[in-house]
């Protein structure tokens, strides 16, 4: 096993993390596990190529029936501390530790501490948000409850996808998601669980129950070589994924004794149609930002259906997070507007039955806790049922009816470029007009861009044509936008870079899966994060020339 050098001024992190006996642990882990996720991410890209080949659309598995028509089975009821969680904080790079220490004084049910869509995943926040969490476990952090009474924390490693370049295990890249779940419960795990405040996991980007089944297979082990009981591990798994939406049921099956319920991601669910169908004409995704919310069939189909399936069988169902941000004048008109967006839309959540949900802004706990006293009875409304519901596969794969805005290709431009330079400077999220952007929406955005150029699709309001050109003309207007708000030279480069890089994303014949792995891959990232080509950090524009 190979470790990069620690990354400067994270020395002793680097030494408290990286001991004789978490390597041993890291290396059984990953020797053991390793090949299955190099299959897992094969099984996935032959279930894509007979998709396109055959032309046919997912269904329920008639393999698995026997699962679904059952009504006996049940998950193991979860801890008491994940019983009610109606209010969790998302998005929370866990590296951000001002953030980090601001969550944990809450009175959030629940922190979703993300290696995954709002972390970018340099060895520096890797190594940093790890040490963090381990410092609040062991109560090291100043001014913060026990783990006991703190938010409980629901520890979020990267997806399949995703390699940890600095670290080699038998002549390859570490799985990123292995290499994050392993510190964490190698240096974690007993305490949470004696503490009855954890293990507890999110687990991203799962698209079949066989994914899910390689997850209890590593918490089995994990529990083992740790000895932890059986069950001990808890996960929700996110539902972001067409494909994962038809198997819900049997991920449940596979999780039985370690699930935490299902949660539904909007923005990355959205972009799994691109990713899978966006080459079929009738799969076309009309502007997020005017025609795609939880009120669209397909989307309300998939919420109802995860609520059903949940309760079902005795699991706890949460939603997406709140993006936007309340302006800090309370009194304001633009307080008011967006508390009640908000509101509007946690509340279908609620009505649908949802356990709980999550928000960015600290400021939104309060009252969305408040909204659930108002709507719901107890800890959670695993009561209901809902045998209302009757979703088929025809519900779950109908496209909403709309076009496309220039506001909504402008809107979509903007926010890839700008999540690549966040990403370029070591951030996982950024604010763009009043709400926080991360991979889930720089993956929607950029995958609807790609599709309107594939289709050639026109614009509602002149009929122009969405080709290369138009996109290469926007995009140089955004940067002549954006670029006086570069207050250093590196910054204005990266935007740049950032713009070269979305421009390559989108205008690319075949559809890069993930973003993220792009970007993870890309020799620029790589070379960004390297302590030797730090330049121009200082060197600051002229004023005259901004």
């Known amino acids: 096993m190979e470790v990069l050098a620690p990354p400067s001024g994270l020395e002793a992190e680097y030494a408290a993390l990286f001991t004789t ?47 679904r028509t059952d009504p006996a089975w049940k998950v193991l009821p979860v801890s008491q501390r994940l019983q009610r969680r109606h209010v969790d904080i998302g998005d929370l790079a866990p590296c951000d530790t001002e953030r980090f220490i601001k ?30 969490v381990i410092k609040a476990v062991d109560n090291l952090i100043p001014n913060v409850p026990l783990i006991s009474e703190s938010p409980v924390l629901m520890l979020r490693p990267r997806a399949w996808n995703m390699v940890e370049h600095n670290m080699m295990v038998e002549g390859k890249e570490a799985p990123g998601p292995l290499f994050d779940f392993g510190l964490l419960m190698f240096h974690c795990g007993k305490t949470l ?17 066989l994914e899910a089944r390689l997850w209890n297979k590593i918490f089995v082990w994990t529990q083992q070589k740790l000895g932890l009981p059986l069950g001990s591990i808890k996960a929700t798994v996110l539902i972001e994924n067409v494909l994962a939406a038809f198997e819900m049921e049997e991920i449940l099956y596979e999780l039985r004794e370690h699930s935490a319920g299902l949660n539904c991601g909007i923005w990355d669910y959205a972009a799994s149609f691109v990713n899978k169908f966006g080459h079929r004409k009738a799969f076309l ?72 949900f999550m928000v960015y802004d600290l400021n939104l706990i309060e009252p969305m806790q408040e909204l659930f006293r108002l709507h719901t009875v107890g800890e959670n409304q695993l009561c209901r049922l809902r045998e209302d519901v009757s979703v ?55 995958s609807q861009v790609w599709q309107w150029i594939r289709h050639r699709t026109r614009l509602e309001e002149n009929n122009t044509v969405v080709n290369r050109q138009l996109v290469k003309d926007l995009t140089e207007e955004l940067l002549v936008e954006l670029g006086p708000l570069c207050l250093s030279i590196s910054a204005k480069r990266k935007l740049h870079t ?37 330049e121009d950090q200082e060197q600051l524009i002229p004023q005259s020339k901004l």
């Open 103 to 132: 969550a944990l004084q809450s009175t959030a049910q629940g922190i979703q501490v993300d290696f995954d869509d709002g972390n970018c995943p340099t060895f520096y926040n890797q190594i940093k948000g790890i040490s963090n």
């Open 193 to 209: 669980f004696e503490h009855q405040s954890g293990p507890f996991f999110y687990l991203s980007k799962v698209e079949s129950f």
């Open 285 to 356: 995704l009309p502007d997020r930002s005017k025609y795609v919310n939880m009120e669209k069939r397909f989307l309300q189909s998939y919420m109802d259906l995860l609520v059903q399936t949940c309760h079902r069988r005795g699991a706890l169902a949460t939603g997406g997070m709140a993006a936007l941000l309340l302006p800090q004048d309370v009194h304001g008109d633009s307080y008011m507007k967006v508390l009640d967006t908000v509101t509007r839309l946690k509340l279908l959540e609620i009505n649908a039955g949802m356990d709980g």
């Open 498 to 534: 950032a713009a070269d890089m979305f421009l390559e994303v989108v205008l690319k014949r075949h559809f890069p899966e993930f973003i993220t792995s792009y970007l993870n891959q890309d020799h620029t990232f790589l070379s960004s994060q390297d302590p030797r080509r730090v």
């Open 392 to 446: 088929t596969p025809h519900d779950l794969l109908s496209m909403p009816v709309g076009g496309v805005t220039l506001y909504g290709l402008k809107h979509n431009i903007a926010v890839g470029i700008q999540f690549i330079k966040a990403w370029l400077s070591g951030k996982g999220h950024f604010f763009y007009r009043g709400q926080v952007e991360d991979s889930a929406t720089a993956e929607i955005s950029r």
């Open 21 to 67: 006996q978490s390597l041993h642990f890291l290396h059984e882990l990953i020797s053991t596990f390793g090949d299955q996720v190099d299959q897992i991410l094969l099984r996935r890209a032959s279930r894509k190529a007979n998709l396109d080949l055959s032309g046919e659309l997912p269904d329920f598995l008639k393999s698995s029936a026997h699962i």
